[in-house]
């Protein structure tokens, strides 16, 4: 199968700490990058992962608050300087095409790319971007500026071609595509063998939710269903509930309760807040809820299957 990956860059909520870097990701699949969320630093973490910096088609914006977005201007920038030509498709709220269109004027006048800026109405569940090998559905959230997460679905794959069967009937290599896309092939004699026969179902396509910021949201697990791995805030643990409530966010028992409901296959918890040295408390409050859950720390690669 084709790689689907996500390469954890920043997993720390807004105050800043030596431990973890503001919130960013990167989504690989079939060697197209795109990033999820720039805070400060991001592309001093590209470089820690070895992530390359010219593959990233596209970046979302889950919300403009600074952890998640300060990083961008700089990036842009950077990428102009190593020479990048590729367009480069920005994914965030309305409000943001000012802002950055006056931060590229200020800082990046003379790019030999273009950026080009897609507004997104967060309080839509719908598709946001598609190309030939996925779709990306932008998904509500409930923080305290307009926020949505986001969804990567991978197309459905073409079956398997049988290479046995093919040599067997001597089946032209020119043919091979009209089989995958569900052909038959004739004998000589006029003897049909069926598609079933040349081919093995394909693959299941895989599916990434990622949510974050925000509060609990009771419904959430149903446009989250399913999928192969969730990446869910986990800002606090239960005995800061209060504390999630009053800033929008949630609690690592909460985002287990929504990967349990959904039927995830795995959970990601991420953007801690300052107040933990450890994360463990907080994988241990989700597991004991949803066993398949996971820490999401910088410069970690988990794979969607």
């Known amino acids: 199968m084709e790689p689907f990956r996500v390469h954890i860059l920043g997993c720390g909520s807004a105050l800043p700490t030596a431990k973890h870097s503001p919130s960013s990701q990167v989504v690989e699949l079939r060697d197209k990058l795109f990033m999820i969320d720039c805070g400060e630093g991001t592309q001093m973490q590209l470089r820690r992962s070895h992530v390359g910096f010219n593959r990233i088609v596209a970046v979302f914006l889950s919300h403009l608050h600074g952890d998640h977005c300060f990083g961008l201007i700089g990036m842009i920038s950077t990428f102009g300087m190593l020479g990048r030509t590729a367009p480069l498709h920005i994914y965030a709220t309305a409000e943001f095409g000012p802002m950055l269109q006056a931060q590229l004027d200020m800082f990046c006048n003379g790019l030999e790319y273009k950026v080009l800026f897609h507004p997104i109405d967060t309080t839509l569940h719908t598709v946001v971007y598609e190309d030939r090998s996925l779709t990306v559905e932008s998904i509500p959230l409930n923080h305290r500026t307009p926020c949505c997460g986001f969804l990567f679905r991978e197309k459905p794959l073409q079956p398997h071609i049988r290479r046995d069967m093919i040599d067997f009937y001597g089946i032209p290599v020119s043919q091979i595509n009209n089989i995958k896309a569900g052909a ?48 869910h805030e986990s800002t606090y643990d239960t005995s800061h509930a209060d504390r999630a409530e009053l800033y929008y966010h949630s609690t690592a028992a909460q985002a287990a309760t929504v990967a349990r409901d959904a039927g995830v296959g795995k959970l990601l918890l991420g953007h801690y807040s300052a107040r933990y040295e450890c994360e463990e408390l907080l994988l241990n409050e989700a597991r004991q809820i949803f066993p398949n859950t996971f820490l999401s720390t910088e410069n970690a690669v988990f794979k969607v299957e």
Do not use: E
Request: overall charge neutral; charged content about 15%; glycine content about 4%.
């Open 184 to 231: 038959d092939w004739q004998l000589p004699d006029g003897t049909i063998v069926p598609n079933s026969q040349l081919t093995t179902p394909p693959d299941a396509p895989r599916s990434y939710a990622y949510c974050s910021d925000t509060k609990y949201m009771p419904r959430l697990h149903q446009l989250v269903r399913g999928v192969n791995m969730l990446y």
